[in-house]
């Protein structure tokens, strides 16, 4: 099994910066993909950014591309979501996520095995 825990988010102008971090703990991590969904009020949840931990393939939906950028730390078992031009339509509940032995397009299509507690992204003047 795999342990999440998410952080990082706050509080943030319109055009400003958070970044998020997902560290992970339990079994190795090589075989998983780990990404980030977010669900806004009202709506369904969407994935957002995905990386797989071997190879460090990405993936991002189209509204984020430009702006955020998926890394990973492999030693510190941690991957971080670095967002920038931070608009009010990003405010959301971000969430991380793992699956195993899954593609980055698959999970953030199809949602991971294991869930890491929500962290609030609030984007607003």
């Known amino acids: 099994q795999v342990q999440l825990v998410a952080s990082g988010g706050g509080l943030v102008q319109p055009g400003g910066s958070l970044r998020l971090s997902c560290a992970a703990s339990?079994?190795?991590?090589?075989?998983?993909?780990i990404g980030w969904f977010r669900q806004a009020p009202g709506k369904e949840r969407e994935g957002v950014s995905c990386?797989?931990?071997?190879?460090?393939?990405?993936y991002y939906t189209d509204s984020v591309k430009g702006r955020f950028t998926i890394s990973k730390d492999f030693a510190k078992n941690t991957v971080y979501l670095q967002m920038n031009s931070l608009k009010p339509e990003d405010t959301a509940v971000y969430y991380c996520?793992?699956?195993?032995?899954?593609?980055?397009?698959?999970?953030?299509?199809?949602?991971?095995?294991?869930w890491g507690q929500g962290t609030q992204v609030t984007v607003s003047s």
């Open positions: 996520t793992a699956g195993r032995d899954t593609t980055v397009q698959a999970l953030c299509i199809r949602e991971g095995d294991y």
């Open positions: 339990g079994e190795t991590l090589d075989a998983y993909a």
């Open positions: 990386i797989s931990m071997s190879d460090g393939a990405t």
